[in-house]
């Protein structure tokens, strides 16, 4: 029985449970005497509290608390007791601190109750006034407002020009000046924020919570509340989608803790959907390009300046302009990030933050200076094609972008793509074709885990990650297994839970390379135990050998150059006498690696869309998506992550948009039947191509994730198939019907 299960494509291991209901979830957790909790959210965007009224709530019987900034205890003074791993530059955020309110929606109270509709009506009751002041959400009108964005936000590298993009765009005898918008955006992932906390006998907290890392919320409610580590436990075995949303802790985490530890009660709090706006999000953005070039394409010059949205307590960073100077030989590159203050709440990193929304951008003016070049995209693109990263001065640890490039054109059959627009059609419908370049960050973080072999074979491996559902659990079973040569179901992998060896936040696209790494090295230390014993045995048939002269595979160890010398795992454990071998290992990224080499991942991306021309109705009617990411650990749960990723990408380019009411500072379409996703009915064939990308420098694995990089292209893939088919260019996402028909109201921008 072969076990070499890396690189194949294995279904879910934890697929049974969710398919038939099995998998808990944060809101779902039970407990005897357990209470509701209910929010109640401000209905201004600026101003202050002038008096709340809980008495009609408090004299409902059941109704156990009304918590308000007026009777909160108190809690830690410091902003850095609130500062969590994902946390940026400013003063995050504090539930019911004060009478303050900066933003809509703003979590004003607390009901409690013994049943979760009793709370829901009890919070219908209270009485809220406000003094209200101006507030400011228009992130256009406010551009002259705007900052340059600090630093603080661990991992974010601020923007580094080179050269001199304005001296080299005046004398350049091809350029390009366009500015674009983009949209709020919130995640919207199916299971809505809710947090249970259970008030065990002895006053300790077990917390389930729907969170992309529960250290990080283990850490943020011990420095809070003032509890030791060992009085809180927290974890979170399945997520129903997270895409960022939960990799800081969102409020009702603070508010459930408050309220059991102030009642002395277990307490679940659930957020609604409409409260699901009620905190970050993808941020809106502004965003002007300058491109220039030689008459064959040789670009001279690169100019990127963004404005992005932040809140008034917190400076929200993304690495927005950095993506051109990266991805295109040029040696002059001018790059701008400005932060603008509006009464929201502070954005939020949502898959390939500041990536999916700038390389919009600069795909699409790309594709914008092919045109004026009268070149074809594809090659515009392979005649900048940076052989190493030009703002770090660095090679890349492996690149096949250009693999990509080949392989999704040959695929797409982009060779048959006339260059006119509007050239290509079927009757009244218009057919465009676009394709744009993506790239994204393959990082590796510090990460544990713990791997237990028992005498019967069994293996249990554990680390405190989270799978919000891009198959953790699948893959690092398959890591382990194939390490130690057992059959899958004779493995099993725990996370989400902070009793395992600490792990990093689920995001960035990092888990796979990171918790793989230690899951790898675990495992290869409880192998190399189980070959010590082995040798030890009586007769033992590898006495002489050496680890590197014997494999682990169908649950044998045997000799590589004789295969008659085997000798099962478990007769190895019975005859040693050993109960169980444990062994915990930490993988640390290879320093030295990091310092020499840019690590990315990269795609190419060729769309078809189908333009009504009366009615400017746009269908993506096929997508290419080719993507060069390292060694893939499973095509299976990888091709889903990919196309997961370019339904959202269509999506963004077509539908998806935060609509602000600037008179009263609110997101409106706070529902999902307002916010707009791609749905079954808008997705039509999409082709997923993994090139061949071997690399020996990013880790043992040789890996990369993929979680975030097949979003990345789509919206300006989308977006250049607009123009291909209908000679209209649409600068601002999202690409609707009144926009492609030159309807809609230009966008006053105040600079």
């Not at 300790?204 to 529960?214: A, E, H, M, N």
């Not at 690495?319 to 954005?347: F, M, R």
Request: aromatic fraction near 8%; charged fraction near 20%; hydrophobic fraction near 40%.
């Amino acid at each position: 029985m072969k076990t070499d299960y890396i690189g194949k494509p294995v279904d879910r291991v934890d697929g049974p449970l969710k398919v038939t209901g099995k998998a808990k979830y944060a809101a779902e957790f039970g407990a005897d005497g357990l209470t509701y909790g209910y929010v109640v959210s401000s209905n201004i965007a600026s101003g202050k509290i002038k008096n709340i009224n809980s008495m009609p709530a408090l004299e409902l019987k059941g109704v156990l608390q009304v918590f308000t900034h007026e009777n909160v205890p108190t809690l830690a003074w410091f902003d850095k007791s609130y500062k969590d791993d994902d946390a940026v530059d400013g003063s995050p955020f504090r539930p019911l601190h004060s009478a303050k309110i900066t933003h809509s929606m703003q979590p004003v109270a607390l009901v409690v109750a013994d049943t979760f509709e009793l709370a829901r009506y009890a919070a219908s009751l209270i009485e809220v006034t406000y003094d209200e002041d101006a507030h400011t959400t228009n992130l256009e009108q406010n551009l002259s407002k705007s900052f340059k964005a600090p630093t603080g936000k661990t991992g974010y590298k601020p923007p580094v020009s080179r050269g001199n993009a304005e001296e080299a765009f005046a004398k350049a005898p091809v350029k390009i000046e366009s500015t674009y918008i983009h949209s709020a955006e919130h995640h919207n992932p199916m299971e809505i924020f809710a947090t249970t906390v259970i008030v065990e006998p002895d006053g300790k907290l077990t917390i389930y919570d729907k969170t992309q890392g529960v250290t990080n919320c283990l850490n943020y409610v011990t420095k809070i509340f003032g509890l030791s580590a060992n009085e809180v436990r927290v974890m979170s075995p399945f997520m129903g989608g997270g895409f960022g949303s939960g990799l800081r802790p969102q409020y009702q985490l603070f508010l459930a803790v408050l309220a059991a530890q102030e009642l002395k009660r277990s307490v679940r709090v659930s957020l609604t959907r409409q409260q699901m706006f009620s905190f970050g999000h993808r941020p809106a953005n502004v965003q002007q390009l300058a491109l220039s070039a030689d008459q064959d394409g040789t670009l001279q010059s690169i100019t990127h300046k963004a404005y992005g949205e932040t809140s008034l307590f917190e400076n929200y960073t993304e690495a927005v302009v950095n993506w051109a100077g990266l991805l295109y030989q040029c040696e002059n590159v001018n790059v701008d990030y400005q932060l603008v203050k509006l009464n929201t709440y502070t954005p939020m990193d949502m898959r390939a933050p500041g990536s999916a929304s700038g390389m919009h951008a600069i795909e699409s003016a790309m594709d914008e200076l092919a045109y004026k070049l009268k070149m074809d995209p594809l090659a515009l693109r392979l005649k900048n094609y940076a052989e190493r990263d030009q703002n770090d001065k660095k090679p890349f640890s492996s690149k096949a972008l250009r693999a990509c490039y080949q392989e999704g054109a040959a695929k797409f059959g982009w060779d048959k793509r006339s260059m006119e627009p509007r050239s290509m059609r079927e009757g009244n419908t218009l057919i465009g074709w676009g394709m744009a370049t993506g790239v994204w960050d393959a990082l590796q973080m510090k990460a544990a885990a713990k791997a237990v072999l028992t005498a019967d074979g069994k293996l249990i491996v554990g680390s405190g990650t989270s799978d919000i559902g891009t198959g953790t659990y699948t893959i690092m079973t398959q890591i382990a297994a194939q390490t130690l040569g057992l059959p899958l179901e004779d493995v099993t992998f725990k996370l989400g839970d902070t009793l395992l060896s600490e792990a990093p936040l689920q995001g960035g696209s990092w888990t796979a390379a990171s918790v793989g790494s230690a899951v790898l090295a675990a495992c290869e230390a409880i192998k190399e135990k189980v070959f010590k014993l082995a040798q030890k045995l009586k007769n033992s048939p590898f006495t002489d050998a050496d680890l590197q002269q014997v494999s682990f595979d169908g649950g044998l160890i045997t000799h590589k150059l004789d295969a008659s010398k085997a000798i099962e795992i478990v007769t190895v454990m019975k005859q040693s006498g050993e109960v169980s071998i444990e062994e915990e290992a930490t993988n640390i990224p290879n320093l030295l690696h990091m310092l020499e080499y840019s690590f990315n991942t990269h795609s190419a991306v060729f769309v078809e869309v189908k333009v009504d021309e009366d009615l400017g109705t746009v269908i993506v009617s096929r997508v290419v998506s080719a993507i060069a990411g390292g060694k893939v650990l499973n095509p299976k749960t990888a091709r889903s992550q990919i196309l997961g990723a370019v339904v959202w990408g269509i999506g963004m380019a077509l539908e998806e948009e935060s609509v602000i009411d600037n008179n009263f500072g609110r997101f409106m379409n706070h529902n999902l039947a307002e916010y707009h996703v791609a749905v079954n009915k808008d997705i039509n064939d999409i082709e997923v191509i993994f090139v061949e990308e071997k690399d020996d420098v990013i880790n043992p694995l040789g890996i990369k994730g993929l979680g975030e990089i097949g979003i990345v292209g789509v919206a300006g893939a989308v977006a250049n198939a607009v123009f291909h088919a209908t000679g209209k260019r649409v600068r601002q996402l999202p690409i609707t019907l009144d926009k492609v028909l030159g309807l809609e109201k230009e966008v006053e921008l105040n600079f």
